[in-house]
């Protein structure tokens, strides 16, 4: 997969790429990363990328100019089918099914905007479409992008090995993670629970699931709601919230 990150901080987005999972991917070359700096693409001596905001207010607007360059030289630069994506929270929700989306394209021009926002035209003429990581306010898209990256990348063919497989991981089933433990057995009195012990695989994977699944309704309702639970699955339901000590 090949990717292209427009920012006016380069190196913040290029450590995305040096660093564990996705690093990884990068050496092997399972994707590429390509920056491209609204900055290189301004013609002042000054190479200005931001300027006031028509109508007045507090902050500075990205600049079309030097910022469409950099989008269209991305663009060059990566196979036809890569979408322009804008990091914003006015986009729609950024979820595990997006992700999965996304590692499916050839490729993909991240937009990482910054000050109050870029120039509304850039996003009519450039932007294919809008994400949001969630209901908050980062200072610039680079994390975002580098979040949106790394959730990618990891689900491409190959970049996950058998041991740290994508396949059970929490969400892709549409539920929380259950609870992970290491040694040593006991820490300050907790023990770990005796059937990660027991050696018997199919009883840990039912008490996994039932963990993901209670802490799923305890935590996140909204997401069990989606499911539409099978009987099997409200009989764990039911025994994790009675183990609980509370009532359905
Ligand atoms: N939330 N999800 C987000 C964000 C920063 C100024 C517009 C978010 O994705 N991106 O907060 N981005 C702002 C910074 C320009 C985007």
Do not use: C, N
Not at 41 to 49: E, G, I, P, Q, S
Request: charged share 30%; proline share 6%.
């Amino acid at each position: 997969m090949q990717i292209a990150v427009v920012s006016i901080f380069p190196e913040m987005v290029r450590t995305v790429a040096e660093h564990g999972v996705v690093g990884r991917a990068m050496e092997r070359q399972l994707a590429a990363l390509r920056i491209e700096d609204p900055r290189d693409y301004a013609t002042d001596t000054h190479r200005t990328v931001d300027d006031r905001p028509y109508g007045g207010g507090p902050g500075m607007v990205l600049k079309y100019r030097p910022a469409v360059e950099a989008i269209r030289a991305a663009r060059t630069a990566l196979p036809e089918g890569s979408p322009v994506i804008y990091l914003s929270p006015s986009g729609r929700a950024f979820d595990q099914g997006e992700a999965s989306r996304l590692s499916a394209l050839p490729g993909m021009i991240l937009l990482a905007g910054r000050y109050e926002g870029v120039d509304e035209r850039l996003i009519e003429e450039e932007v294919d479409e809008e994400l949001s990581l969630g209901d908050f306010v980062l200072s610039g898209g680079e994390i975002a992008a580098m979040a949106v990256i790394d959730a990618a990348v990891r689900l491409l063919p190959g970049v996950l090995g058998d041991e740290d497989s994508a396949v059970q991981d929490s969400f892709v089933e549409g539920l929380l993670d259950y609870p992970h433990y290491t040694r040593p057995e006991e820490i300050e009195g907790r023990r770990v629970p005796a059937v990660l012990l027991s050696g018997d695989h199919a009883r840990i994977a039912r008490w996994r699931y039932k963990q993901a699944l209670g802490r799923s309704f305890l935590r996140r309702p909204d997401l069990v709601k989606k499911l539409q639970l099978g009987r099997e699955q409200q009989e764990l339901l039911d025994e994790f919230l009675k183990e609980q000590g509370r009532v359905t």
